[in-house]
C-alpha cells in the first residue's frame, strides 16, 4: 500500500488524566477514561470489509456502520477501557513515515477478549477532536495480521501498528490520540510525542495483535514531550 507521506513536526504531550508509563522506549503515555462519542466498529467482519476507512469530525467522530454479523464468540468478557492500560510500546521512523506501536494491557482480574482493530480519532492541544479518517489495514511499518481473537490474562497485551500521515489543507498536528478498544464504546486518550501526529488527518491502524512485527522502518523518536 502506498501511504501518503508527511514530516515531522513539533507535537506536545500530558493527557491531563492518571499517567500510564509507556512500555519501550518511552518515559510515558497518558490515559483517561473519557465516555466516548465514537464506537470502535464491531470487527467480526471479514478484514477486507474492515479495511474501509472511517470518518471522524468536528466536534464528534461519526458512529462506524453497524456490525452485520455477530461478535466473534469467546469464553471470556470482551475488554473495555476501564480493565485495559493503554500505551505507546515504541515509535516509529521511516523516511518521513512516523508512527507507533500502540499496546493495550489488560489490568483486569480476569481474561478478557480482544477482535479486530481499534477506534481511533485525533484531538489537539486544548482536547478538541480533529477532523480523520481511520484505514483499517496494512501501515508503512506493518502488515496487517487481520483480526483474530485474543485472550489476554490479567497482565497480557495485545498490539497494533498505528501510523499517521498528513496532506490534509489547514489541518492542526494532533497532540493527543484516542483510543477505544475492538467493539468497545469509551475510549483511553494518550499523549504523541515529538514528530509523531501527522500534519493530517489519516490514521492507518493493523488489527491487534499478541505481537506485532515490525517489517519496515526503524524504532525511533525521542519519546519526550517538548
Request: hydrophobic share 35%; proline share 10%; net charge neutral.
Amino acid at each position: 500500500m502506498h501511504l501518503p507521506t508527511f514530516s515531522p513536526r513539533r507535537l506536545a504531550a500530558v493527557a491531563g488524566m492518571a499517567c500510564t508509563a509507556a512500555l519501550i522506549p518511552v518515559a510515558s503515555a497518558c490515559s483517561s477514561a473519557t465516555p466516548s462519542s465514537h464506537r470502535a466498529a464491531d470487527h467480526s467482519r471479514p478484514p477486507a470489509a474492515a479495511a474501509a476507512p472511517v470518518t471522524a469530525g468536528s466536534p464528534a467522530v461519526a458512529a462506524a456502520s453497524p456490525p452485520s454479523t455477530p461478535s466473534a464468540p469467546s469464553a471470556a468478557a470482551r475488554c473495555v477501557e476501564e480493565n485495559l492500560t493503554t500505551a505507546t510500546a515504541s515509535y516509529q521512523n521511516g523516511g518521513d513515515q512516523a508512527g507507533i506501536v500502540l499496546r493495550l494491557t489488560n489490568t483486569g482480574t480476569a481474561p478478557c477478549s480482544l477482535y479486530g482493530y481499534p477506534g481511533l480519532g485525533v484531538e489537539d492541544g486544548s482536547h478538541h477532536v480533529m477532523p480523520s479518517k481511520t484505514h483499517w489495514g496494512s501501515t508503512y511499518f506493518a502488515n496487517d495480521p487481520g483480526p483474530r481473537l485474543i485472550i489476554l490474562a490479567p497482565g497480557q497485551s495485545a498490539t497494533s501498528s498505528v501510523a499517521f500521515a498528513g496532506g490534509w489543507p489547514h489541518q492542526g498536528w494532533a497532540y493527543f490520540l484516542e483510543v477505544t478498544p475492538p467493539n468497545a464504546y469509551d475510549h483511553a486518550v494518550i499523549s504523541l510525542s515529538y514528530g509523531t501526529g501527522g500534519a493530517g488527518g489519516d490514521i492507518y491502524a493493523t488489527a491487534m495483535a499478541r505481537d506485532t512485527t515490525i517489517v519496515r522502518g526503524f524504532p525511533g523518536g525521542c519519546g519526550c514531550n517538548p
